[in-house]
């Protein structure tokens, strides 16, 4: 971290750029906020969509997302002219990856796409990373671990689209995911490294997306956004979490579940309830309710604001255990585990309880006879 501070190059063209990339996603989404004003909204009254929010508004955070995304891969380039990183498998999977997830999420905010076929796009999505390299290391026959990977893909995009149910929630828990991969390519002085700039580029864009996003919000992500930002967030858990790249040394499975569980905390227990209650109410988990964790604390008499502090604060104070953990403990034993996995289940039982005890208070989840997945604001 002290080595990028004292070379003026380097942090000059990052601080720079991330200026730079802030004031243009201000400015794209003001844009789109002016002339866009149909995409993403649909009749709430239709059966297929539950919104915690009564007002329809434009769902096209997405679009700036992908915007800045393309900027950063052409800014790469310009920068550190390097043709060679542009031409490896990895980048050449994500791309396209990144691209799918886009373009079906687009196509769900434009055409309300059926369930089945945005599965397929998803699996698709673990597939072309699969393919160019990315992958999950945790079992030694890899069969095994193409499947952990397709699962992990498919399952943070659910996630992510899952969570996004109130104003700010994923955005800030994205940001708090994006902020600690940065730290880490930053510990490790990889400056040139084309996943840096993409991902100080996604920091801007969502830091400008938030501003439009926090309650009262005037925008959604749509799942133009959490599809997008799923694949990306997946890409970034495989490489960063799952199999840190950056350790010389083979990383412990119990230390390998416990960092990727602390930077994916909240979606994975807002899921994890969710498809917990829902089930033992003999309902699909991918028809849309109010029956969140974010919503299970305004039945408590939270306000929005307040519900995306409270996942602000368990979102970086998580982060930090993760850096805390990933620096500090370098010999990892069975008592670790023990030790982060009790908060890890501590946050889980405390979101699990509180969705039991307001379940009465809750809307029934509707089942109709045309389901989507998971919708944006359900």
């Not at 915007?67 to 498998?89: G, R």
């Not at 412990?252 to 569980?261: E, F």
């Not at 930090?320 to 030790?339: C, G, R």
């Not at 969705?355 to 208070?361: E, G, I, P, Q, V």
Request: include cysteine; aromatic fraction near 16%; proline fraction near 2%.
């Amino acid at each position: 971290m002290k080595e990028f501070f004292s070379n003026n190059y380097y942090s000059v063209v990052y601080c720079t750029y991330f200026a730079a990339a802030v004031v243009f996603s201000f400015l794209i989404y003001s844009l789109l906020l002016r002339f866009v004003k149909t995409l993403g909204i649909r009749n709430n009254d239709d059966g297929t969509i539950i919104r915690w929010g009564s007002m329809s508004k434009p769902a096209i955070g997405g679009i700036g997302f992908y915007i800045v995304f393309l900027l950063s891969v052409a800014s790469y380039s310009t920068f550190f002219a390097s043709n060679e990183t542009l031409h490896n498998s990895s980048f050449i999977g994500l791309l396209l990856s990144m691209a799918a997830g886009f373009l079906i999420g687009l196509a769900d905010d434009a055409y309300n796409t059926r369930p089945l076929l945005k599965f397929s796009v998803q699996v698709l999505c673990g597939v072309i990373l699969i393919a160019s390299g990315v992958h999950i290391n945790f079992f030694e026959q890899n069969i095994f671990n193409y499947l952990l990977t397709l699962l992990w893909v498919v399952g943070i995009m659910n996630s992510i689209n899952m969570l996004d149910n109130m104003d700010g929630i994923t955005t800030i828990v994205s940001i708090a995911i994006v902020e600690a991969a940065i730290f880490i390519t930053l510990m490790h002085y990889d400056v040139t490294s084309i996943n840096l700039i993409i991902l100080v580029g996604l920091l801007s864009s969502l830091i400008a997306f938030l501003y439009y996003n926090w309650n009262p919000s005037r925008m959604y992500m749509g799942d133009t956004g959490s599809q997008f930002l799923g694949v990306f967030l997946a890409y970034i858990g495989i490489v960063y979490f799952w199999n840190d790249e950056y350790s010389n040394a083979p990383i412990s499975h119990g230390k390998q579940v416990i960092i990727t569980l602390l930077a994916f905390l909240l979606p994975v227990i807002d899921t994890t309830t969710v498809v917990i209650n829902r089930l033992s109410k003999g309902q699909s988990p991918f028809v849309g309710g109010k029956d969140h964790t974010t919503h299970s604390l305004a039945y408590l008499g939270l306000s929005d604001r307040a519900v995306a502090f409270v996942f602000m604060i368990i979102s970086f104070v998580s982060v930090a255990l993760l850096l805390v953990i990933k620096y500090q403990y370098t010999e990892w034993t069975w008592s670790h585990t023990l030790w982060f996995s009790s908060y890890i289940l501590a946050m889980f039982l405390f979101f699990f309880i509180t969705s039991r005890l307001n379940k009465s208070k809750k809307e029934k989840s509707p089942q109709s006879a045309s389901p989507k997945l998971e919708p944006t604001h359900s």
